[in-house]
């Protein structure tokens, strides 16, 4: 629920008393499907990571607080950890609807490595855009998760 102050369930930032689209922690997104957050990794910013998104259905989204809703597309940085064999995919998706299937390459042996990712041309719209990775029918999943940014409209 958002406090008294702002339209935020989250603790007060710099985006009229939100957090900056261009970092969001893990602790702040809204996960769905299996997902938590965790600290049994070390490395990782903020309080926790997220861990669980590997099973179809799991979701982790973040709301992007802006300061204009102007239409357009930015890019999306995602922070991860992947020590599988290879890289992995998940759907990421625009406020309910999905924009593609991205990947996520290998970063290490271990799980304490984190590397980023950027998405290019992801539309948004509206001043509360929501994106949302997320484990589909199509996606072999199971990455750690630690932060998320939008640079863009």
Not at 28 to 44: I, P, R, Y
Request: charged share 20%.
């Amino acid at each position: 629920m958002p406090d008294a102050g702002d339209r935020c369930s989250d603790t007060a930032g710099t985006v009229s008393g939100c957090p900056t689209p261009a970092q969001l922690e893990a602790e702040d997104a809204h996960n769905t499907g299996g997902v938590k957050t965790n600290v049994n990794h070390t490395g990782h910013f903020g309080r926790a990571f997220i861990d669980g998104l590997w099973a179809q259905g799991a979701t982790s989204s973040f709301t992007l607080h802006r300061t204009s809703a102007a239409p357009g597309s930015g890019a999306i940085t995602v922070r991860y950890a992947n020590a599988n064999i290879d890289a992995r995919t998940m759907t990421l998706s625009v406020d309910g609807r999905a924009v593609r299937q991205v990947s996520f390459p290998k970063v290490s042996d271990s799980w304490d490595a984190w590397g980023t990712v950027t998405f290019d041309d992801v539309p948004s719209s509206g001043r509360d855009p929501v994106v949302t990775p997320s484990c589909g029918q199509n996606d072999t999943g199971s990455i750690n998760l630690d932060r998320l940014g939008h640079r863009g409209p």
